[in-house]
Structures are given as C-alpha cells and as structure tokens.
C-alpha cells in the first residue's frame, strides 16, 4: 500500500474513533424523556383554574391544601403510575385524561410544571349523573285530609360520629339528650359505632308543627302515637298560606287550603305558587349554579329552560379547564 493510501487510511480510522467517542458520550449524558407507552411515576395538585379550589392531590393526610402548596420533601405522597399514550395500561398503572398525557411527554425526572388542560381533554361529563327535573315541582288539590294520629318507632340509631356532631359529646349508654319535644336516652352503643337513642316523652307532650301541633296519646316498649291537635273550623298557618279544618272523624282531619302565599322557598331556589281553582302548583325559579345537597351527594343545577332544569351530580372539576401542577419522580422507558 502506498504512504498516500495508508496516511489516508489513518485519517479515516482517527475520525471514526472520534466520532465513535463523541456518539457514546452524548448517549451517556443525555437524559430519558417521557415518550409514548413509557410509565412514568408522578407527585401533583391538581385544581379548578376559575375557582382555584383543589380537587386532587398525591400528598396524604394533610389538609387545607392550595395550588400554591410546594411539591417538595416536606409531605409524605402516595405518587400514582401512568402509562403513556393510546396503549392498555401496565400492570400497576393506569391511564389519564388526554391533557395531561400529552402535557407528560417530553418532561425529565425532576421536573416540576403547571399543565393547563382546557375541558375538551379533560375529564368528560357522565350522561348517568345529570337529571333533568321539571320546573313544576308539584299540584296540590286545595280539599286535603291527613290521618289524625301517626305511630312511631320509639328507637332510632344515628352513628358515633352524627350523636358527637349534634351533642357535642361522645355517646355513652345512659346519656340523657333533648329531642323535639321531650327527652331521649342512649341505650346501646354496638361494635359498628352505631348508638340507639329512645324517645322517652310523656302522655300529653307536645310538639308544635304545621299546620297544627301534635301530641303524645300512647307511648309502649316499642312505638308512640302522636294525635294531630285541630279544631272544626279554626284557621292554621301552614307552608304555602292557611287551611281551614272542615270536619275531625274518628281517623282523619279534613281541611281546605284557604289562602295562598306568593312563593315558597325550596331546594332549588324560590318557587312561584300559582292558583288554579280547586288545586294550586309549585313552579321554581332554580338558581343557575347553586349547588345543592341531597341523598344522593352534591348536584349543581344547570342548563334551564322554560320548563325544565337539570341536576348535574358529576364533581366541579368535569368539563371545566383545569390545571395539575406535576413533578416527575421516575420514568420506566418502554421496551422496543
């Protein structure tokens, strides 16, 4: 080989070696990012961006957590593990709305960002949780009767925690604690937390209700009776105006509604009472927005129209722009 061709050839090997050399160590010194089907183990606080009010968060057994809240090594988490991209969900992970996917890729382990998500790739409202009601709540017949004695079940049980909410104490059997009307007493306490309490009222005791008041009549082991207290042709104020009492039989009290009031107050917000002869109607006027308390959790009202209303019981953060402040603690690169 001529000195030409080897000197050449020795040009050619240095450059590749350097080069070689190079590539290694860019490879070493560059960092994983989050890509698609990586897992990826994250810390955050999530928020509603209009109200601020926090709805998540993988900090535990702390309260009164803000948006402004540090993610740092002053709380104790419990990190959850995503699964990136469109794929099934590893073992031991699971998969987020599309916003904070997408807001995940390119990030390295220790970064600390705020991703906004706009409500189209965030959480999605549940068709199941919204209840449409009808703005007319309900038609009452003005001629009523109602039974003229009520029998009760003289024990009732509420748990631990309601009897402290309400007495302000611990429940011990024997506890005396005023009821409407008359005293109860703690009788059991059982293993569930549960307490019983028996109304322990006396013959004669009144409770004053509309329209009219009631009166213990009998009181056994088990039930007392109550007597609604009226007389033929006295006036008594109820919820929606007067009735008048027509006739007492031996069961029943019958009455009229007599007069009306202009609007009552309900649940929903105040509802017109509209007179239609022999009957009269609830019609609200539900306040957009107000959020209510039922049986069923929390519901906000929406979307009214001239007839009808809608419940919506999906949580405040469904279909509003939201925003998860996220650090990156680990990231587990998909295999190829």
């Given at each position: 080989m001529?000195?030409n061709?080897k000197?050449?050839?020795?040009i050619i ?6 080069v070689?050399?190079?590539?290694s ?9 989050v890509e ?10 999530a928020?509603?961006k209009?109200t601020e009010k926090v709805?998540?968060?993988?900090i535990v ?9 540090p993610l ?5 988490y ?7 991209g469109s794929?099934?969900?590893s073992?031991?992970?699971i998969?987020?709305i599309?916003?904070l ?6 990030l390295?382990v ?6 906004e998500i706009p ?19 309900e ?5 009523q009767a109602t ?6 079940d003289?024990?009732?049980s509420?748990t631990?925690?309601d ?5 302000g ?8 604690v ?5 005293i109860g007493t ?7 937390g549960?307490?019983?309490i028996?109304?322990d009222?006396d ?11 009631m ?16 007389e ?9 105006g ?9 069961d029943e009290?019958i009455f ?6 202009d ?8 509802a017109d ?6 009957s009269?109607?609830?019609?609200v ?9 039922s049986?069923d959790?929390?519901?906000?009202i929406?979307n009214i129209?001239?007839t009808?209303?809608?419940?919506d019981?999906n ?5 509003n722009?939201i ?14």
């Open positions: 001529a000195n061709e000197k050449a050839l020795g090997l240095v450059s590749l070696i350097v070689g050399a190079y590539l160590y860019d490879y070493f010194l560059k960092e994983d990012v698609e089907d990586d897992i990826v183990q994250i810390n955050y606080i928020w509603i209009d709805f998540a968060t993988t057994n702390e309260t009164n957590i803000t948006k402004d809240t740092d090594d002053s709380h104790r419990r990190p959850i593990s995503v699964t990136i794929g099934e969900a073992k031991g992970t998969k987020v599309e916003g996917d997408e807001g995940l890729r390119g390295k220790g970064d600390l960002v705020e991703i409500p189209e790739k965030g959480y999605q409202p549940n068709p199941d949780l919204i209840y449409q009601i009808e703005r007319s709540l038609t009452l017949i003005k001629e039974d003229r004695y009520q029998t009760y003289r024990s009732y509420i631990s925690d009897y402290t909410d309400t007495y104490k611990s429940p011990q059997v024997g506890d005396k005023n009821l409407v009307g008359w703690v009788t059991t306490i059982d293993s569930e549960n307490v019983t028996r109304s009222p013959i004669g005791d009144t409770i004053v209700t509309l329209p009219w008041s009166s213990v009549v009998e009181v056994t082991e088990d039930s007392l009776t109550l007597e609604f207290v009226a033929i042709g006295e006036s008594y104020q109820n919820a929606y007067t009735v008048i009492v027509d006739d007492i039989t031996e009290i009229h509604q007599d007069t009306l009031i609007q009552i107050e309900t649940i929903y917000g105040m009472i509209i007179d239609h002869g022999d009269f109607e609830l019609f006027n539900p306040d957009e927005g107000k959020i209510i308390s049986a959790g929390y519901a906000t929406t129209t001239d009808t209303f809608d419940l019981y949580p405040a953060y469904v279909g722009t925003v998860y402040k996220v650090k990156i603690e680990k990231i587990i690169k998909a295999e190829n």
